[in-house]
C-alpha cells in the first residue's frame, strides 16, 4: 500500500518505489498495489503501476472511495494477464452480481463515481480538520483525504487497555495488534480510529473530543476494563 497506507497512512515516497520496482524486475517477482485507499490521497508520487507496469497488479474499489455499498473492484494487470485474472476471480467468488457489476460500471462511465468521490473528500476533509483540534499536541499521523488517522498514545497508555477504554465509552477503534501479521518484539503503542461510517459529523467530533478526555483524565493505562 504505498499510498495512504492501513493503518498507519503513511506514503511511500518516489525514490522508494522505484527502488522496489528495481527490486522486482531484478528478482522477476510481481507487485500487487493495494489502492483501494491510494486513490483518495492526492498524492504526487506516481502508482508503482506506472513506474513497473510489467511487474504491478494493481487493485482499487469503489466502497472506500465512492460509497461504502458499492462492492465492486478492479485489477489493472501487466499485458496477457487478464483472462487469468478473470478465471481466477470467478473460480474464487462465483463473480460479481449482475446488478451490482452494472451499477459500479455505469458510474464510472458516466463519471458520476469521481463526482462522489470528490464529495466524500470534501467530507472527510471537515472530519480531519475535527480530529486535529481535538487531538492537537499529541503524536498522530493523518491525511486531508484518509478516513483513518494513527494515534501514537502518551503514557502510560498500552493499545489494547485504550481500546477497551474507548470501548467503554462506546467507541470502538483498532488496536496495533489487529494488524500485525505474527507475534513481534516491538511494541508501537498506537491505534487506528476510523471515522467515516458515522453519518452525523457532530458526532464524529464528539467521538474525538471523548477519546482526547479519555487520553488527557482517564484511567492508567494499566487499568483493566471488564
Given amino acids: 500500500m504505498p499510498a495512504m497506507q492501513n493503518p498507519t497512512g503513511v506514503v511511500m515516497g518516489k525514490a522508494r518505489r522505484a527502488a522496489i520496482a528495481e527490486i522486482a524486475r531484478r528478482h522477476q517477482v510481481s507487485i500487487i498495489e493495494d489502492a483501494v485507499y491510494g486513490v483518495l490521497s492526492m498524492q504526487d508520487a506516481p502508482p508503482m503501476a506506472a513506474i513497473a507496469p510489467d511487474r504491478v497488479f494493481r487493485i482499487g474499489g469503489l466502497s472506500k ?7 465492486g473492484g478492479w485489477v489493472a494487470c501487466p499485458p496477457g494477464f487478464a483472462s487469468r485474472i478473470n478465471t481466477a476471480h470467478k473460480m474464487l467468488t462465483g463473480g460479481m452480481p449482475f446488478l451490482m457489476t452494472e451499477l459500479v460500471a455505469r458510474l464510472v462511465v458516466s463519471e458520476a463515481a469521481f463526482e462522489l468521490m470528490a464529495t466524500s473528500r470534501a467530507e472527510i476533509a471537515q472530519r480531519v480538520a475535527l480530529a486535529r483540534q481535538a487531538l492537537a499536541g499529541l503524536h498522530v499521523r493523518l491525511s486531508d483525504f484518509s478516513p483513518f488517522l494513527w494515534l501514537t498514545l502518551p503514557e502510560p497508555w498500552l493499545s489494547g487497555t485504550f481500546k477497551a477504554a474507548a470501548a ?5 477503534i483498532c488496536e496495533e495488534d489487529e494488524f500485525k501479521p505474527a507475534r513481534c518484539d516491538t511494541a508501537f503503542h498506537g491505534v487506528r480510529l476510523g471515522f467515516s461510517s458515522v453519518p452525523d459529523r457532530r458526532r464524529v467530533g464528539e467521538g474525538f473530543l471523548t477519546l482526547r478526555r479519555l487520553l488527557d483524565q482517564g484511567p492508567a493505562g494499566y487499568d483493566s476494563y471488564n
Fill in 168 to 172: 467503554a465509552a462506546n467507541i470502538l
Fill in 65 to 71: 472511495s465512492v460509497a461504502a455499498g458499492l462492492r
